[in-house]
C-alpha cells in the first residue's frame, strides 16, 4: 500500500523533526541548570562578584534555551497521540505513568520556580533565589529521568506482560530501571554537560577574541575548558560500559555500528567504508584487526554477531554506522580540545589566541554529538518501535500523508527559523554582555524588602 | 457505569475530575496571557513591554497545565485521546506553532537586536491569535461530535472567533489589575469590546449543543433538572452585567487613582470561565465524544491509573502551592522585567 507507505514516512520525518528540534534545547538547559548553581555558589563563597556576572549572562541563556524547551516539549507530548496511537493502544500502560510522572514531578516544578529564578531576584530573599536555583536544575534533571527511564524501556524493555496484546506492568522498579538505563541516563547526562562544557567555553572565547576582557569571560572560559577535560574521558568510559550493555540487549544495533555482516570471532573494527545493504558488504573499508571484539566484549577474539544473522530484522546500516562514526569522531576532537586547552590554561592564564579560535569553533559541538548519538540509538532500534514488542509501522497513525505533510512543513520551517535565530541570539547577548551593568548593581525594583547579597570579602 | 466502588469504576472519575481541573486551569491561566498577546496590536512600544512583564513569570506554569491536561488525556483516556486528537490534527498542528511562535517570541524580543524586535513582537501577537483560534475551532468540533459538514466547521469558526474575545476580555481585565495610568484606561475599553462577543459565544454553545444532541436535550430540559440547573445560565448573565457595571464605571474612579474594585472584571470573568466550563462538563459527562465514547470505554487499565492517582494525589498540592507562592511573590502592579 504505497500511501500508506508515505504516511508512515512522513509521520518518521516528522517525528525525527520535532524531537532532534526538541533535543537541543534539554540538552543546554539539563547541565546549564547546575552550572548557574555553581556559578551563584561560588559568588556566595568567594563574594567576587564576577560569578554573578557569569550567572547574569548564562541565565538569559538559559532562559531563552528552556523557552524553546518547552514549546517544543508540548509538540511532543501531542505527537505521541497525533501520530503513534499505536503505542499508546499497546504500552500506554507503562509509558502513561512514566510521563505523567515527568510533568507532575519536574514541568511544574521547573516552569514554576523558573520565573522565580529568573524575575525574582529583588522579589525574594537570596537564600529563596538560591534554592529556585537548585529546584530548577534538579526538574530538569527529573525530567531526563523520567524521559530516560521510558527511551530506555523502549530499547529494553522490562518489568511487564503482555495480556491480548497489550503491554501491563508487572514490576514498576524493573519499568523505570530496565537493563540499559543506568548507562543511558549517564551517557546523556554527561553529553548534556559536554554540550555546555564546550557551549559556555566557546562563547566566552569568542568574546574573548572580540576585547571583551571582562573578569567573568575568563572565569567561565576556564570552567568550560575544565568541565570539557574532565568529563570527555568519564564519557568515554561511560560510553564504552554502554556499548557492552547495547551488545547483550540489542546485538542487531551493534552489528549495524560496526557494520559486521558476518558472525566472526576476533572481529576488525571498520575505520572508515560504505556499508551497503544490498551487496551486503562494506565497500572501501579501512580496518583495524581484531580491534572491534577488543573493544566490544574486551577479549581479542570474542564473537561479535553479524548482521546477516538478523535479516529483515535489523536497522539500515549505513545511517547507523556513519552517525556512530560521527559521535565518536567529536568525542577524540573534545578530547584533544580539552586536553590541550587545559594544559594551556594550567600554565598560563588566558588562552592562546589558536585554542581562543579552536574553542569558538567547538561551540556547538556537543549539539551534532548529541544528535548523531540519538540517531544511533534510535535509528539503531529499528525496525522495531519497542524492541521486540511492537514495530514502528504497526504504531503509525491513519491520518492521511497530505495532512501530515502540511503539518510537517510547517514545523519544519518554524524549526529552521527558531534554530538560526537562537544561534544568532546567544552571540548578539555575547556581544552585549560587555555593556550590561553588573548584576544587582541598579536601584531595587518595587517589592517588598529583601536581604542584601552576601558582602563581598575583602 | 461499572461499580463505582471498583478501581475500574471510579479511577476514570477522579482522573477525569484531575483532567477537567487542569483544562480548566489552563484555559483561565494561559487564557490570561494569550489575551495580552492578542492585545499587543493596540499599545505603543513601552506599554508592550509593561504588558510583557505582566505576564512574564507566570505564562510558562500556565502552559504546563496544557501538558497535562493532554497527558491526562494521553494516560488515562488513551482510546479518547487517539480519536479525539486524529480528528483534530491540523488545528492542533496550527495551536502548537502559534504556542511555539509566541513562546519564543516572548524571550526573543527582549533579546534581539533592536531592528528585530517589531518582527517579534508581530510574532507574538500572530501565535496567540493563532493558538487563541485553533483551541476554539477545535471546542466547535468537540461540541458538534466531531461532525465535518460544512454547518459544523462554520459553527466552530464562529466559536475561534469568541474564544479569541473571551481571552481578550481575560487578558484585559488583567492588565486592568497589573498596570496603571493611560494602558489600564486602555486595558477597560478593550474589556468592554471582548465582553460581547465572549457573551455570544457563550450563547452560541448553549444553544447549539442541546439542538445537536437529544441526550444534551434531555439532560437540560427536563424537570426537575431545568429547574436545578437554571442558576447556572442565571449566574453567568448576572456575572456579564456586574462586569459591564463595572467597565463602566472604572474609568472615572481610575483617573483618579482609585483601584477600588479594579479586579472585579477579572474575578466576575473568571467566574463566567468557570461557568461555562461547569455547563459543558455537565451536558458532555460521561462522555469524552459526544454520544460515542463514555470515560469508562476510553480508560487505561486500573493498576497503570492507580500508579499515577498516587503521584497526583501527593504532587498536585504541592504544585498548587508553589503556584500560589509564586503568583504571590509577583503580586501587585507589573515592574519591569528584569533578571537581576
Known amino acids: ?458 | 457505569m461499572p461499580e463505582l466502588t471498583s478501581p475500574e469504576g471510579w479511577l476514570p472519575l477522579a482522573f477525569l475530575l484531575v483532567m477537567g481541573l487542569a483544562m480548566l486551569a489552563y484555559v483561565v491561566l494561559d487564557g490570561f496571557d494569550l489575551g495580552v498577546g492578542l492585545l499587543f496590536p493596540g499599545a505603543d512600544d513601552a506599554e508592550k513591554d509593561r504588558m510583557i512583564a505582566s505576564i512574564g513569570p507566570f505564562w510558562d506554569t500556565n502552559e504546563t497545565w496544557l501538558v497535562l491536561g493532554v497527558g491526562v488525556l494521553l494516560v488515562a483516556f488513551p482510546a479518547a485521546h487517539g480519536v479525539i486528537l486524529g480528528a483534530l490534527y491540523l488545528p492542533v498542528a496550527l495551536m502548537l506553532a502559534g504556542l511555539i511562535l509566541r513562546g519564543v517570541a516572548f524571550d526573543f524580543r527582549v533579546k534581539a537586536r533592536a531592528v528585530h524586535k517589531s518582527h517579534w513582537n508581530r510574532a507574538f501577537f500572530l501565535g496567540s491569535l493563532l493558538a487563541a483560534l485553533a483551541q476554539g475551532y477545535m471546542l466547535g468540533l468537540l461540541v458538534m461530535g466531531f461532525d465535518t459538514s460544512m454547518g459544523a466547521h462554520l459553527f466552530a469558526l464562529l466559536i475561534a472567533a469568541c474564544l479569541v474575545a473571551g481571552y481578550a476580555l481575560l487578558g484585559a481585565t488583567w492588565l486592568i489589575i497589573k498596570t496603571d495610568g493611560a494602558l489600564q484606561r486602555r486595558a477597560v475599553r478593550w474589556a468592554q469590546g471582548a465582553l460581547w462577543w465572549t457573551a455570544l459565544g457563550i450563547v452560541a454553545i448553549s444553544v447549539a449543543t442541546p439542538l445537536l444532541s437529544e441526550r444534551i436535550f434531555a439532560k437540560w430540559f427536563n424537570l426537575p433538572y431545568l429547574v436545578l440547573l437554571a442558576p447556572i445560565p442565571l449566574s453567568t448573565a448576572l456575572l456579564f452585567f456586574i462586569v459591564a457595571r463595572s467597565l463602566r464605571r472604572l474609568p472615572v474612579r481610575l483617573a483618579e487613582g482609585n483601584e477600588y474594585g479594579a479586579w472585579v472584571p477579572f474575578a466576575g470573568t473568571v467566574g463566567i470561565f468557570l461557568l461555562a466550563f461547569y455547563g459543558l462538563a455537565y451536558s458532555l459527562f460521561p462522555y469524552l465524544v459526544i454520544d460515542r465514547l463514555t470515560i469508562w470505554e476510553a480508560a487505561a487499565a486500573p493498576e497503570s491509573l492507580l500508579i499515577i492517582f498516587v503521584g497526583a494525589v501527593v504532587v498536585l498540592p504541592m504544585i498548587i502551592g508553589y503556584t500560589v507562592f509564586a503568583y504571590r511573590v509577583f503580586r501587585g502592579k507589573a515592574a519591569d522585567l528584569r533578571y537581576d
Open chain 1, 1 to 458: 500500500m504505497a500511501s500508506g507507505l508515505d504516511a508512515l514516512l512522513l509521520a518518521r520525518i516528522q517525528f525525527a523533526a520535532n524531537i532532534s528540534f526538541h533535543i537541543l534545547f534539554p540538552t543546554i538547559t539539563i547541565a546549564l541548570g547546575w552550572l548557574l548553581l555553581f556559578f551563584k555558589l561560588r559568588f556566595n563563597a568567594t563574594g567576587d562578584s564576577k560569578w554573578m556576572d557569569a550567572y547574569g549572562f548564562w541565565v538569559k541563556v538559559f532562559a531563552l534555551s528552556f523557552a524553546l524547551g518547552v514549546v517544543s516539549g508540548i509538540t511532543m507530548s501531542f505527537q505521541f497521540g497525533t501520530n503513534w496511537p499505536g503505542f499508546m493502544n499497546t504500552v500506554g500502560n507503562i509509558a502513561g505513568p512514566l510521563l505523567a510522572y515527568e510533568v507532575l514531578t519536574a514541568f511544574f516544578l521547573e516552569a514554576t520556580f523558573l520565573g522565580i529564578m529568573l524575575f525574582g531576584y529583588r522579589r525574594v530573599s537570596d537564600g529563596i533565589h538560591t534554592l529556585a536555583t537548585v529546584l530548577v536544575a534538579v526538574g530538569t534533571t527529573l525530567s531526563a529521568f523520567w524521559i530516560l527511564a521510558l527511551n530506555s524501556w523502549m530499547h529494553t524493555p522490562a518489568g511487564f506482560e503482555l495480556r491480548d496484546g497489550v503491554a501491563h506492568a508487572t514490576d514498576w522498579w524493573a519499568v523505570v530501571f530496565n537493563p540499559s538505563f543506568p548507562y543511558r541516563f549517564a551517557h546523556m547526562m554527561l553529553a548534556s554537560f559536554l554540550t555546555v562544557a564546550f557551549l559556555v567555553a566557546g562563547v566566552s572565547a569568542w568574546r574573548w577574541r572580540r576585547g571583551d576582557r571582562a573578569p567573568a569571560v575568563l572565569a567561565t572560559l576556564r570552567t568550560g575548558v575544565a568541565l570539557g577535560a574532565t568529563l570527555v574521558p568519564v564519557q568515554i568510559l561511560v560510553g564504552d560500559l554502554h556499548g557492552l550493555n547495547a551488545l547483550e540487549h540489542q546485538p542487531a544495533k551493534v552489528a549495524a555500528i560496526e557494520a559486521i555482516w558476518e558472525t566472526e570471532r576476533g572481529a576488525a573494527l571498520t575505520l572508515f567504508g560504505f556499508p551497503d545493504e544490498q551487496a551486503r558488504t562494506t565497500h572501501a573499508a579501512v580496518k583495524i584487526p581484531k580491534l572491534a571484539s577488543l573493544i566490544l566484549t574486551h577479549d581479542w577474539n570474542g564473537e561479535l554477531r553479524g548482521l546477516n544473522e538478523f535479516v529483515d530484522e535489523h536497522p539500515p546500516v549505513a545511517p547507523v554506522f556513519w552517525a556512530f562514526r560521527l559521535m565518536v569522531g567529536l568525542g577524540v576532537l573534545m578530547l584533544l580540545v580539552g586536553v590541550w586547552g587545559a594544559v594551556r590554561l594550567w600554565r598560563h592564564p588566558e588562552p592562546s589566541p589558536a585554542l581562543a579560535r579552536v574553542l569558538v569553533g567547538m561551540s556547538f559541538s556537543g549539539w551534532v554529538a548529541v544528535l548523531a548519538g540519538w540517531y544511533v540509538t534510535e535509528i539503531g532500534r529499528q525496525p522495531w518501535l519497542v524492541q521486540g514488542v511492537l514495530s514502528a509501522a504497526e504504531a503509525a497513525s491513519a491520518v492521511p500523508a497530505p495532512t501530515i505533510g502540511v503539518s510537517l512543513a510547517l514545523y519544519l520551517l518554524l524549526y529552521a527559523v527558531l534554530t538560526t535565530a537562537y544561534v544568532r541570539v546567544v552571540f548578539y547577548l555575547a556581544a552585549q554582555a560587555r555593556h550590561a551593568a553588573p548584576f544587582g548593581s541598579r536601584g531595587r525594583a518595587e517589592g517588598p524588602p529583601v536581604m542584601p547579597y552576601v558582602q563581598p570579602k575583602a
